[in-house]
């Protein structure tokens, strides 16, 4: 049987996101995900279903030109079922790079993450990256 406390979940998304197995990451997201990119860019604001959440991932990758990484930068805390995960998190393209830290902040219910809520170091540089519409 798998251990699937909410702190293994997240450790296994992770994981999966460190391989580049954007499937198996995914795989770990409850259907009806509702995820919270902070900021005033052109992906903030809150974003639902695997389907949004996919456009969300994929729309990052293309401005960021494939070159978007996250790194995890330290240990798990867990209360009940949220995980904080500190994280490093950088990309390049023509006109900008972005490289800070942060806090993923993930729900864990059913062994699935349904919620997700982001916490960047650096709004006006990570907003000036992304930048708008």
Excluded: C
């Excluded at 996250?70 to 390049?92: C, E, H, I, Q």
């Amino acid at each position: 049987m798998t251990d699937s406390t909410p702190a293994t979940v997240a450790a296994d998304y992770f994981d999966a996101l460190s391989r580049g197995d954007v499937p198996a990451a995914m795989g770990l997201l409850s259907a009806d995900v509702v995820w919270h990119q902070p900021g005033n860019h052109r992906f903030s604001g809150h974003h639902t279903g695997l389907n949004g959440v996919g456009a969300l991932l994929g729309g990052m990758m293309e401005v960021s030109e494939g070159t978007f990484a996250l790194t995890v930068t330290g240990p798990s805390m867990v209360n009940g079922n949220l995980v904080a995960v500190p994280v490093r998190f950088a990309g390049s393209r023509a006109e900008a790079t972005m490289d800070m830290g942060g806090i993923d902040l993930l729900t864990v219910r059913d062994s699935k993450i349904v919620e997700v809520h982001l916490f960047s170091e650096d709004a006006a540089t990570e907003d000036a990256f992304w930048g708008r519409n």
